[in-house]
């Protein structure tokens, strides 16, 4: 009977393109302005997507387009999101509620934490080049920052696998 081996190393190869977006605008304003000017129509996906943190578990929303035409997979992903956190009072107080809650800040790549949403393309074997989407994504009036990231220098890039 022959053995079969599997080492980790062989899924750890990256197969998407990321670009950063640094914007102001809300997830589906931003969706919408990108299906403008790109080839592609993202609609909101009702999956979410979850990262636990020591604070609780966040969610992230996401938008997503599949390209059968070109057998690839775009998803618009935010980066940052507010979870309420709870706090015991360590002051005695004269009402009853000794829970403090907070908001706090919590980033799906802590690597970036400025970067407002990524753009996550699958499978783009050279179909679409990247400074040509990066140069029309710079086009839109609300985006102050747009550009390329390398996965592979990420820490954190598991949080993308969805």
Do not use: C
Request: zero cysteines; aromatic letters at 10%; charged letters at 30%.
């Amino acid at each position: 009977m022959a053995v079969l081996k599997l080492h980790l190393d062989e899924f750890d190869e990256v197969d998407y393109d990321l670009i950063a977006i640094h914007s102001s605008l809300e997830d589906f304003r931003l969706a919408y302005f990108i299906n403008q000017n790109l080839p592609i129509i993202l609609s909101k996906n009702k999956e979410e997507v979850g990262v636990v943190v020591k604070e609780g578990e966040a969610f992230f929303t996401k938008f997503t387009f599949d390209d059968a035409k070109n057998d690839m997979l775009w998803s618009l992903i935010q980066n940052k999101n507010d979870i309420i956190t709870q706090q015991k009072s360590t002051k005695q107080n004269l009402f009853l509620d000794t829970n403090l809650e907070t908001l706090r800040k919590v980033h799906l790549i802590s690597e970036l934490k400025k970067v407002d949403y990524f753009l996550k393309i699958e499978n783009n074997n050279g179909v679409f080049l990247m400074e040509d989407l990066v140069s029309k994504l710079h086009k839109i009036e609300r985006i102050s920052a747009v550009y390329a990231v390398i996965p592979e220098k990420i820490k954190s890039k598991n949080n993308l696998i969805f």
